[in-house]
């Protein structure tokens, strides 16, 4: 938030031989970016995508832009619950689909 791409570039490099980051275009820069970032061209590397999807559930479903302003125990508390309903929701749709081999992002079909 309010800060570009490429101030991440410094972040990754502490990671780097550790992960491996997918990121868009907007990484680059003109030292180059660190050997564990890989820039994407658009279409490229679709698995980012759902992880994107994921993140916009957790923004939209679980108010997680909003945690800025808390005490560290209650955004603790507030990760920790969002995991379970993230991890419990992906196990029951494994169960109610067991022949699908990739899940389907969506949150809706849980919804109340």
Not at 37 to 56: P, Q, V, Y
């Amino acid at each position: 938030m309010n800060a570009h791409d490429q101030d991440f570039n410094e972040e990754s490099e502490k990671l780097a031989g550790k992960t491996l980051t997918l990121t868009d275009l907007g990484f680059r820069c003109k030292e180059g970016a660190p050997t564990n970032i890989k820039l994407c061209e658009k279409g490229s590397w679709n698995e980012r995508m759902i992880i994107e999807t994921a993140f916009s559930m957790l923004t939209v479903v679980c108010r997680m832009k909003k945690l800025f302003h808390r005490v560290s125990d209650y955004i603790e508390a507030h990760l920790a619950y969002t995991m379970t309903m993230f991890n419990g929701l992906l196990a029951l749709y494994h169960e109610l689909h067991p022949d699908v081999p990739e899940p389907k992002m969506s949150i809706a079909e849980f919804s109340l």
